[in-house]
């Protein structure tokens, strides 16, 4: 499973430096409050588009 979750982030570069550049902002530092809320939809729809790009327990 973690062998398919790091497949997932190789094929994807782009997505996942910005998934670990916004997730890094959000957690260290606190950006004003319109533009975090921002960011955290942008990452909730990367997590959304990893979650079913890898379907990780399809049967």
Known sequence: MFKKILNGFIDHPL????????FGILLFHRP????????????????MYFGQKLALFKA
Do not use: E, I, R, Y
């Open 15 to 22: 997505l996942t430096s910005l998934f670990v550049a916004d």
């Open 32 to 47: 004003p409050f319109l533009f975090s809320l921002a960011m955290l939809g942008a990452l909730m729809a990367m997590c």
